[in-house]
């Protein structure tokens, strides 16, 4: 038998706890998803903050064993000079030695057009032709083993403008002179 003074007003009550006790433990299941959310950002941050470091150490670890045989390779800086020798210099790179035992015509063209003609002869070099303005390089005249101490360049000749320069190194007593 029911209470006759129980009413739904009296059960209500009861069905209301347990409906805030539903949305209680529903809020604390909102809760974990969202710590567990947090976490996973955490770990994944983690995970990309550990490879680029890795990547970094394995770029290292690459260029480590290639370099040897990057700095194995011969450059013309590299081969000693053991007779009088010609050095030809683009933009401050050196490109070409000749030694004047070997006597020869060398074109230097470079990607904007500019050109210039150099003459290695077994007593000295001369630039033959320059595609510059003011060919100061090819009248600086001949420059020789004799008269490379007395010209107002020295043992250079110097095309400024397509940045080409020609040195004549003279070897004399197991020594280089410049």
Not at 20 to 43: C, F
Not at 93 to 107: G, N
Not at 151 to 177: H, K, M, W
Request: charged residues 20%; contains cysteine; hydrophobic residues 35%.
């Amino acid at each position: 038998m029911t209470n006759p003074k129980m009413s739904q007003r009296d059960i209500a009550p009861s069905n209301d706890a347990s409906a805030l006790q539903t949305s209680s433990e529903a809020s604390d299941d909102i809760y974990m998803k969202e710590e567990d959310t947090s976490a996973d950002k955490l770990i994944r941050r983690g995970k990309i903050n550990l490879v680029l470091p890795a990547s970094l150490l394995l770029l290292a670890i690459v260029i480590s064993l290639l370099l040897p045989e990057l700095w194995e390779s011969e450059t013309p800086a590299d081969i000693p000079i053991t007779e009088d020798t010609v050095i030809i210099t683009v933009g401050g790179e050196e490109k070409l030695r000749v030694p004047l035992s070997q006597p020869q015509t060398v074109t230097l063209t470079q990607p904007g057009g500019e050109e210039n003609v150099i003459v290695v002869t077994e007593s000295g070099v001369y630039m033959e032709s320059a595609t510059c303005h003011n060919q100061i390089c090819v009248h600086s005249g001949y420059l020789t083993t004799e008269n490379y101490d007395y010209r107002p360049d020295g043992p250079f000749i110097i095309c400024l403008p397509n940045q080409v320069s020609v040195e004549l190194v003279v070897y004399t007593d197991n020594a280089i002179t410049q």
